[in-house]
């Protein structure tokens, strides 16, 4: 058994599958979702889990080279979710955002309300 990092086993394989430049969305409740097998849908009820612990808990694990949010992000309190982002981060308006959702080799849902709390990630390499 796993004692710690990503203990729900769907997530921890997704993750561990993907590859150099590979799509990866973490979105709200809210968020439209295509029928597709790369949805992880880990939504319990609303505000669970949160969008901050699910972010975080990927983060330890995914090497990073880029990321987009949406437009509308950058003026809301979504923004503080993903500030510490240590890679190139830019923007795009939120439709075009939602349209990219069908490209992702992953994308996992979260219980979060916060209005624009979705930010996709491209991976990167750890060497």
Avoid: Q
Avoid at 2 to 24: F, P, Q
Avoid at 53 to 75: D, F, G, K, P, Q
Wanted: charged share 20%; proline share 6%; hydrophobic share 50%.
């Amino acid at each position: 058994m796993l004692k710690n990092g990503i203990l729900n086993a769907e997530l921890n394989h997704r993750l561990s599958l993907l590859g150099h430049t590979d799509v990866t969305f973490i979105v709200d409740a809210g968020m439209p979702l295509p029928v597709s097998d790369a949805v992880v849908d880990l939504a319990l009820v609303a505000g669970v889990p949160s969008f901050a612990n699910v972010y975080a808990a990927v983060m330890r694990v995914l090497e990073v080279e880029s990321a987009i949010i949406a437009t509308e992000a950058r003026a809301l309190a979504a923004s503080r979710l993903w500030g510490d982002l240590k890679c190139p981060i830019r923007d795009i308006p939120h439709e075009d955002l939602k349209a990219m959702l069908p490209r992702a080799k992953l994308i996992i849902r979260t219980g979060e309300c916060t209005p624009f709390a979705n930010i996709a990630l491209s991976s990167g390499v750890p060497f």
